[in-house]
C-alpha cells in the first residue's frame, strides 16, 4: 500500500475532498476546572479567611467572649455582643463584657469563660459570628464586637479552619467569617458585613481559597487566594524526563513537565465531540470524561533527549507490556506486538529524529533547541515516551475536551467567549504567509492558552491521540476507539496548517508508523 504524508492529507483536507474525515470538529466539555467553583472573591466587602469558617458554629473557647477571659453580664450571655477592647471610646448599644469573669457555669467566667483573650461570641452557639473589630479607636453603634482570637474548642471556629480574622469563627459552621470583623481598620462601619466566605473546594480534593479556584492539588491556594483564573491543581507527580532538567518552558521558565488538572464533566453539563458551535454544529456526539492530568507543554528535544540517553524507545528497551494504559480503558496499555514498530537500537532512534534536514528539531548534541517541540514522533515512540514518563497518550475525546474548555466547546482553545473566531501570530505558531517553523512550546502563553492553563493546543506541532480513527460511536464514557484501522488521530494543528486546522474540534489523522517534522505529542497523565 502507498503511504501518504499528512502534508497530503492535510492539502486534500483544505481542498474539501476528504471533508467527511478531516472536517469533523471535536466536542468541548464545560466545567470550571479544579477548584472550580471555589469561593467567591472576598464576601461582601471585607477580608476573608484561609479557607472557610470554623467546625460547626461557635466561637470562643468554651462558650463566651469578654475582654482578657471576662464574663458577659449576668452569666449566660458571656460576650453576647461583646465590648470592644482597647478602644477609647464604647458607642452606644454595645453590652460590654465584664472585668473579671461574670458569674459561673454558664456565665462569662471561670466555668464557660470568656475564652482566651476576649475571644467570643454569644453563648457558644455565634462564635464570631459579626466578629469585633481589633483595635479600632472608634467602635460604631450597632456593630455587635467580637473577641480577638476567634474560637476556642469542639464547635468553635478554631484557629486553623476558621474564617473571619486572627482565626475568629463563622457563623454557622459552614459561612466561615460571614460578617467577620475587620482588623486594625480606623473604624468599623455599622451594618457592614464584612469578612470571607470561605469558599467550597479547590484543586482535585481539598478546600477552596477565598477569591477564585484552583491551587495544587488538594489546596485553595494561599491565604484566601484560590490560584490564577481558575485554572486548577497540578500533577504532583515526578516525570523522569525532567530529572535534573532546568526549569524553562514558557514566559516565566517553569519545569517543562508541567501537568495541568483538566476537569472531567459535571453533573449536568454536557460536552459534545466534533462540535465549536460555529463551524462544527452537529449535537450528535455526547461524551462523558474524568478528571486528569494533560502537560501542559508539548514533549520538548530537552525531554526528550533524556529519554534517548537513557537507552528507551528502542526494540531493546521497549514499554513493558501493558505500560501507559488509561486506567478506565481495559486494553488501552502497550501491547508488545508493537516492539517491532520501534528501532533497534538508540542509533537508529536518533536517526528516525532526523526526518528533515530543514524542519527536524533533533539534534544529537543539546543546543537551542531544548525547548522546542521534538518533532519527527510517530505514534509508537510518542505511546512510548509517554509511558516511560509516568504519563500515557491522552484519548481523542480527552484532548479534543481539554482544547475545547470543556463544555465552553471553543472554536479555537483561547476563544473568549467561545464562539470567538479570532486568530493571528500572537495566539499560535501556524501558518500565515510564508509558513515559518516550530517555535520553542509555550512562546505564545498566556494569550494562547486553553482554558486550564495548556499551552500550543492549537499550532506548532500536531498531536498524537490514543485512537484509532473512525466514526464516532454514538456513546462516550470516558471511550478511545482501540479497534485497529489505518490511520491514527492527530490533533491541534501544527507550525504548516491554516488557521481552519487549528480548531478545538478539527480532526487529524495519518499512519501510526510515518514520522512527520509537523507531528510530535504531548503526555496526559492520570488523576492521583
Not at 453576647?80 to 467566667?109: C, E, H, L, N, W
Not at 477569591?211 to 490564577?228: C, E, K, L, M
Not at 513537565?257 to 452537529?282: A, H, K, M, W
Amino acid at each position: 500500500m502507498r503511504k501518504y504524508s499528512v502534508r497530503w492529507f492535510l492539502s486534500l483536507a483544505a481542498a474539501g475532498l476528504l471533508a467527511g474525515c478531516y472536517n469533523l470538529t471535536l466536542t468541548q466539555y464545560a466545567g470550571d476546572g479544579g477548584g472550580q467553583d471555589a469561593g467567591a472573591s472576598s464576601g461582601n466587602a471585607g477580608t476573608g479567611g484561609t479557607g472557610g469558617g470554623g467546625t460547626t458554629s461557635s466561637g470562643g473557647a468554651a462558650s463566651t467572649g469578654g475582654i482578657s477571659g471576662a464574663g458577659g453580664a449576668s452569666g449566660g450571655l458571656g460576650g453576647s455582643d461583646v465590648g470592644v477592647r482597647d478602644a477609647p471610646v464604647a458607642q452606644p448599644d454595645a453590652t460590654m463584657g465584664g472585668i473579671g469573669g461574670g458569674g459561673t457555669t454558664s456565665s462569662g467566667g471561670a466555668a464557660s469563660t470568656g475564652g482566651i483573650s476576649g475571644a467570643g461570641g454569644a453563648s457558644g452557639g455565634l462564635g464570631g459570628s459579626d466578629a469585633g473589630v481589633r483595635d479600632v479607636p472608634v467602635a460604631q453603634p450597632d456593630v455587635a464586637m467580637g473577641g480577638i482570637g476567634g474560637g476556642g474548642t469542639t464547635s468553635s471556629g478554631g484557629a486553623a479552619s476558621t474564617g473571619g480574622i486572627s482565626g475568629a469563627g463563622g457563623a454557622s459552621g459552614g459561612l466561615g467569617g460571614s460578617d467577620a470583623g475587620v482588623r486594625d481598620a480606623s473604624v468599623a462601619q455599622p451594618d457592614v458585613a464584612l469578612g470571607g466566605t470561605g469558599g467550597s473546594s479547590g484543586g482535585i480534593g481539598g478546600g477552596g481559597g477565598a477569591t477564585s479556584a484552583g491551587g495544587s492539588t488538594t489546596t485553595g491556594g494561599t491565604t484566601g487566594s484560590g490560584g490564577a483564573s481558575s485554572i486548577g491543581g497540578t500533577w504532583a507527580g515526578t516525570a523522569p524526563s525532567c530529572s535534573g532538567l532546568a526549569a524553562t518552558c514558557g514566559p516565566s521558565s517553569e519545569s517543562c513537565c508541567t501537568s495541568l488538572l483538566v476537569p472531567g464533566n459535571q453533573s449536568g453539563e454536557i460536552f459534545y465531540r466534533s462540535y465549536d458551535g460555529v463551524v462544527n454544529t452537529y449535537k450528535s456526539y455526547p461524551a462523558t470524561v474524568n478528571d486528569f492530568y494533560l502537560d501542559k507543554y508539548e514533549i520538548t528535544v530537552g525531554r526528550f533527549r533524556q529519554f534517548v540517553n537513557a537507552g528507551m524507545g528502542t526494540q531493546a528497551s521497549p514499554p513493558a507490556s501493558g505500560a501507559g494504559a488509561q486506567p478506565l480503558i481495559t486494553g488501552s496499555g502497550w501491547d508488545s506486538t508493537w516492539n517491532t514498530n520501534l528501532p533497534l537500537k538508540t542509533t537508529a532512534l536518533e536517526s528516525a529524529m532526523k526526518c528533515s534536514a530543514t524542519y527536524q528539531t533533533w539534534t544529537d548534541t543539546a543546543g537551542s533547541n531544548e525547548n522546542q517541540p521534538q518533532n519527527c514522533l510517530d505514534w509508537y515512540e510518542a505511546f512510548a515516551f509517554c509511558a516511560w514518563d509516568g504519563g500515557r497518550l491522552a484519548t481523542e475525546a480527552e484532548w479534543n475536551y481539554a482544547a475545547a474548555g470543556g463544555s465552553d466547546q471553543r472554536y479555537y482553545p483561547w476563544s473568549s467567549p467561545p464562539t470567538s473566531t479570532t486568530i493571528d501570530d500572537s495566539y499560535a505558531v501556524y501558518c500565515i504567509s510564508p509558513c515559518g517553523s516550530t517555535q520553542n512550546v509555550g512562546s505564545k502563553s498566556p494569550k494562547g492558552d486553553g482554558k486550564w492553563g495548556h499551552a500550543d493546543l492549537g499550532g506548532n506541532v500536531w498531536e498524537w491521540t490514543l485512537d484509532w480513527y473512525s466514526t464516532y460511536q454514538t456513546a462516550c464514557n470516558n471511550c478511545a476507539d482501540l479497534t485497529a484501522a489505518i490511520f491514527r488521530l492527530i490533533r491541534g494543528g501544527g507550525f504548516q496548517s491554516a488557521a481552519n486546522l487549528l480548531l478545538s474540534s478539527h480532526r487529524g489523522y495519518t499512519y501510526p508508523d510515518q514520522p512527520d517534522y509537523v507531528i510530535g505529542s504531548r503526555c496526559a497523565r492520570t488523576s492521583l
